[in-house]
């Protein structure tokens, strides 16, 4: 049974910092491409950055955004940077069905497993 449960999440000022975890287990971590995504009050969920070796990332949070992976943790994180009020959402971890690399890694259909959530808000 996969669970995957992030954490980091709070009240932060914008120009602050803020670095979300997610803890994964029941998959094999390391061969499994992790990605994560937001939800905006109002707003559908969109794909914020995934890794499997190296990161990619949406046009939106380039240069402020960088997704990382301790393997022997079973955790990806994503430090998030000079943070933006516009930056306030749910953030997702998310994981694919099966391990490897993805053809469309920010497709939401592309992963089957899902955190909770955690709430991140950016005060101006």
């Known amino acids: 049974q996969v669970q995957l449960v992030e954490s980091g999440g709070g009240l932060v000022q914008a120009g602050e910092s803020l670095r979300l975890s997610c803890a994964a287990s029941?998959?094999?971590?390391?061969?499994?491409?992790m990605g994560w995504f937001r939800q905006a009050p109002g707003k559908g969920r969109v794909f914020v950055a995934s890794?499997?070796?190296?990161?990619y990332y949406a046009d939106s949070v380039k240069g402020r955004f960088t997704i990382s992976r301790d393997n022997a943790k079973n955790t990806v994180y994503l430090q998030i940077n000079d943070m933006r009020p516009e930056d306030t959402a749910v953030y997702y971890c998310?994981?694919?069905?099966?391990?490897?690399?993805?053809?469309?890694?920010?497709?939401?259909?592309?992963?089957?497993?899902w955190g909770q959530g955690t709430q991140v808000t950016v005060s101006s």
């Open positions: 890794i499997l070796g190296t990161g």
């Open positions: 029941g998959l094999t971590f390391s061969s499994y491409t």
């Open positions: 998310a994981a694919p069905r099966s391990p490897g690399r993805l053809v469309r890694t920010t497709s939401e259909n592309q992963y089957k497993y």
